[in-house]
């Protein structure tokens, strides 16, 4: 890789910042005209835990604005997947929803997060709440054996306001359950569950309102929520983290960080 790339709209060499990496598109998938997905070649000495994230940008400027992007790809694989939303005005994701296969993205060289397996004390059941791109980490930690090997159940909820918008997830999960490496783990424990909250489908309503009401348990069939069994990862958007953080609390449940591993974890990081 050079120490510089060209970016189209300027047409002037821009020199890669210290600490970054220069990695190329291999893919993008345009899901609606609010989301996207696309994947980079991963650097060799790259390395992070399932579930984290990392800051990301484009070369495009003498100094080029890095967002934090959940990693959507598990540890073990050969590429870098991330999960993005498209924001008109967004500082890169304006940017960002054009790039195409062969284009250079920027990835600083270390991840972070608390969306881990390890920030958790050990529980029969692991629910993976998400709205929106929020899935994102958890498309990493499916896919990871490790999961598999720390909780008999997953529990993987994502809503969404549109149908298209659950595209992704739905993809998601059926291919892990084909997947060569940890198909065998997903059958009969990997269990997904897709709401919306604006175009009509077969699940209606915020997962604040399924859980607090009961309906999200009766209609998977499941036990509710109980800290002594069962632990929690959030992600999504601000509301939804506070709404859930409370709800988690007044259940019991104590939040847990790599310090001090515990019952719930929330994911801080936003994607501009």
Known sequence: ?????????AGEAFPIPANVYAQTVVSVKHYTDR??????????????????????????????????????????????????IKVPDGPLTQHLQNIEPGDTVLMRQKSTG????????????????????????????????????????IILTHTCR????????????ANAAQDPLIGEFTEGRLHHFCSTTREPSEHMGRIT????????????????????????MICGSMEMLRDLKEIVEKAGFEEGSLARPGDFVVERAFVG
């Open 1 to 9: 890789m050079s120490d510089a790339v060209m970016t189209p709209a």
């Open 35 to 84: 989301l996207f997905s696309f994947r980079i070649t991963r650097p060799q000495a790259f390395r992070f835990r399932s579930g984290e994230f990392v800051m990301i940008g484009l070369p495009n400027a003498a100094k080029p604005v890095f967002r934090a992007y959940s990693i959507a790809s598990p540890n073990w694989d050969e590429e870098v997947e991330f999960y993005s």
């Open 209 to 232: 309102d399924l859980m607090t009401s009961g309906q999200l348990y009766e209609k998977m069939g499941i036990a509710p929520l109980d800290p002594k069994t069962d632990r929690v």
């Open 162 to 173: 549109d149908v298209a918008e659950l595209d992704y997830g739905r993809e998601l999960v």
């Open 114 to 153: 608390t969306l881990v397996t390890d920030a958790l004390s050990p529980g029969k059941r692991v629910f993976m709440l998400s709205t929106g791109t929020g899935l994102a980490p958890f498309a990493s930690l499916i896919r990871d054996p490790e999961t598999y090997e720390k909780f008999d159940e």
